[in-house]
């Protein structure tokens, strides 16, 4: 009844975006309420279509319609249609429902902008519509095409800001170099990810997920192709995720609006890439060696992103940098579960397969519980930032009484991320660092991933507090003596609605959810879904793992430094980096200097390759062509001159042509031996 209309999930907000486009200017609030009623609606719909699956007899295998788009010579097939499992229901529902709620946020901080709302309001509606679609495409070519609409997007509303505004002329200039930036790092991953479907196209003769993922289709095809493509796909997903080492795009996308970063953070955008590894799984799990190299990007992308956020004084970057390491852990997750997957596969061990299976749902459920805190995290920096004027935490502090509602709301999502016991963050996070430690039985590769991640959640909880406690406690400084006082309803409200969820979203794992996205390989086909769920018996196991109270001990501990060097100060942070000028200190400061190299990357490799390439351009294609041109104009000014109106001078041309002729086939004759 509903499934069929899936359809219309990518297509409201598209229809908001053209309604936005044409008579927004003539609507109130610009077009925000006609963007948050198509929000809402495809989140309404998203409700139905998977309590329906979620519930008919279908269930667990994916429902899936399509219509053929176009043949290419040669047996290739191009469908588009939608593809409905759990791990569709549980992407679409909280990617609608954050959206919806980030757009009703909207309405207060971007209600001075004027005119401009419009623009604003129709991009973000497409920038939605990208996500959904990618979200419930059929196949590969369709998800890339919504994924380049996303990309487009990005780069609209990163560089928001780049007209001349109060800011002035540098801000301007950095929100357009922000969004050239975005754009040309994660087209490097397009590229990639481009490359990898051609390859995947050319041995499955289609790009559609119920033909690609079918066992007996992929052990037809050649595996090495296969892990060729993987890996290649696995660089648009560094790109898109910013991971390790396309991330530092990620840090400087905080030029656009603070909605906007919520949106890449939480809603789309950077979940695009942790989507692409999960909804790739069977293929992914093809090659152990490519899921091994998944965590390791996953693992170190976690710990150097946390180590940059440790000393940085921007509230927006400090929640940039906890979204790497976040995706990270997500990446981590798959790659440890796949890897384990993999193996099980290879030698036939069921117990590795579902410890692989564990590992996606990891991997998952962390990106859902991410979506929460980091969406409520992000708006309550948009709150005060909206109130102070500032982004810089040194001129902030005290604000625990101006902003109560603003200071409860980012305290919870600060608990949650920091992975404090019973808050979303701390099952999901704990859940990535058990399947590490799992896969750590298989390869020592793991082992130390564990690690870096185990130091990263101890990182991550320090940072988390030192922004909280530098916002919020302590005295008053130069921006907080003027703070406005907490933010209208219409951004309040939504800040109350995420903290529940980075609250409890996390029980779900006890009622169902890792039965809903977990992948089982069964030898005749991978199904998303169905598999009997732990519940809770997770709880359980949980807390008699010691290594669940080693993270505890130092998640608390990373709190409770955090509060003796902001609050109590009892503790110097200048002893420990030189006031500024140990080593260490300005190499964080300077993000391990990934913004230098990839000026020295552009610089000396890229220009070099610019130049070659305008050399062929100029010297060469037009060179040829004006050399032709050249030669006819030429060559027609000389013939000309040989029409003189006398007719002798033109026997004597024709007689002349024919004695070269004649010439030309004697020779030929000769040399083919016909004389």
């Known amino acids: 009844m509903f499934i069929e209309y899936t359809w219309l999930i990518p297509l409201l907000p598209m229809l908001c975006f053209l309604i936005i486009g044409f008579v927004g200017q003539k609507t109130p609030q610009k077009g925000g309420y006609i963007a948050i009623a198509g929000a809402a609606i495809s989140c309404i719909l998203a409700v139905l279509i998977s309590y329906e699956y979620l519930t008919g007899d279908a269930y667990p295998a994916a429902v899936t319609e399509s219509i053929h788009w176009f043949t290419i010579p040669g047996g290739f097939e191009i469908n588009v249609g939608y593809y409905v499992d ?7 529902l909280f ?7 980030i757009f ?7 209600g001075e902008q004027g005119e401009r709302r419009k623009r604003y309001y129709a991009e973000v509606s497409l920038f939605l519509c990208g996500m959904l679609g990618l979200i419930v495409s059929s196949n590969f070519l369709v998800m890339f095409i919504f994924w380049e609409v996303m990309g487009l997007c990005s780069y609209l ?10 800011d002035g002329d540098e801000a301007s200039a950095n929100a357009a170099s922000a969004a050239k930036k975005a754009f040309l790092v994660t087209r490097l991953g397009d590229v990639c990810l481009m490359a990898g479907l051609f390859i995947l196209l050319g041995e499955f003769h289609n790009l559609d997920y119920a033909s690609m993922f079918d066992p007996a289709n992929i052990a037809a095809v050649d595996s090495d192709k296969i892990t060729i493509a993987m890996l290649l796909c696995f660089g648009g997903v560094i790109g898109k995720s910013a991971q390790f080492p396309l991330h530092d795009w990620l840090p400087d996308a905080m030029a656009g609006p603070t909605t906007v970063s919520s949106l890449i953070h939480a809603a789309t955008m ?4 942790v989507y692409l590894v999960a909804r790739g799984y069977p293929l992914f799990v093809q090659d152990a060696n490519v899921m091994l190299f998944v965590g390791i990007i996953g693992g170190v992308t976690a710990f150097i992103a946390a180590t940059m956020a440790l000393n940085n004084m921007n509230i927006k970057r400090v929640l940039a940098y906890s979204t790497i390491s976040q995706l990270g852990y997500m990446i981590l997750g798959l790659g440890a579960g796949g890897y384990l997957m993999a193996l099980g596969i290879q030698h036939g061990d069921a117990a590795l397969i579902a410890a692989g299976t564990a590992g996606m749902v990891a991997g998952c459920f962390h990106m859902m519980n991410h979506a929460f805190f980091k969406a409520l995290l992000f708006m309550c920096s948009g ?3 909206h109130a102070c004027g500032t982004e810089d935490m040194r001129l902030m502090g005290g604000l625990r009484k101006h902003m109560p509602i603003t200071s409860i709301t980012m305290l919870l999502g600060s608990l949650s991320i920091a992975g404090f016991p019973l808050f979303s963050g701390f099952w999901s996070k704990d859940l990535v660092l058990d399947i590490a430690l799992e896969a750590g039985d298989e390869t020592v590769w793991f082992t130390v991933l564990w690690i870096l991640a185990v130091i990263t959640a101890f990182m991550t909880a320090f940072y988390m507090f030192r922004m909280w406690f530098m916002t919020f ?3 008053e400084r130069e921006n907080a003596q003027h703070c406005h006082g907490e933010s209208p309803k219409s951004m309040t409200m939504p800040l109350v609605v995420l903290s529940v969820f980075a609250v409890a979203s996390g029980f779900l794992i006890m009622f169902g959810l890792d039965g809903i996205v977990g992948i089982e390989y069964t030898g005749a086909a991978f199904v998303v879904g169905g598999a009997e769920t732990e519940g809770f018996e997770y709880f359980s196991e949980l807390f008699t793992n010691p290594y669940t109270y080693l993270t505890i001990a130092l998640a608390l501990i990373g709190i409770g430094i955090a509060y003796l060097m902001y609050v109590k100060c009892s503790i110097n942070p200048g002893k420990f980096n030189k006031n500024g000028e140990s080593w260490l200190y300005k190499a964080l400061s300077n993000r391990w200097w990934f913004p230098q190299l990839y000026n020295q990357i552009s610089w000396k490799f890229g220009y070099g390759i610019a130049r070659g390439v305008d050399y062929v351009d100029r010297q060469i294609i037009d060179g040829t062509v004006n050399g032709l041109s050249g030669a006819v104009v030429g060559g027609g000014s000389t013939v000309s001159k040989m029409q003189t109106g006398h007719v002798q001078d033109y026997s004597s041309i024709v007689l002349l042509g024919i004695a070269v002729l004649s010439v030309v086939f004697l020779v030929i004759a000769m040399i083919t031996g016909g004389i």
């Open 383 to 385: 709150s005060v930032i």
């Open 473 to 475: 406690m302590g005295e």
């Open 86 to 92: 759990g791990l569709t229901c549980m992407m679409m």
């Open 104 to 110: 009703v946020y909207s309405l207060g901080y971007m």
């Open 270 to 273: 950077v979940k695009a890439g």
């Open 95 to 101: 990617s609608s429902f954050i959206s919806t709620l």
């Open 157 to 166: 509303l990163i560089g928001f800001w780049s007209f001349r505004h109060d």
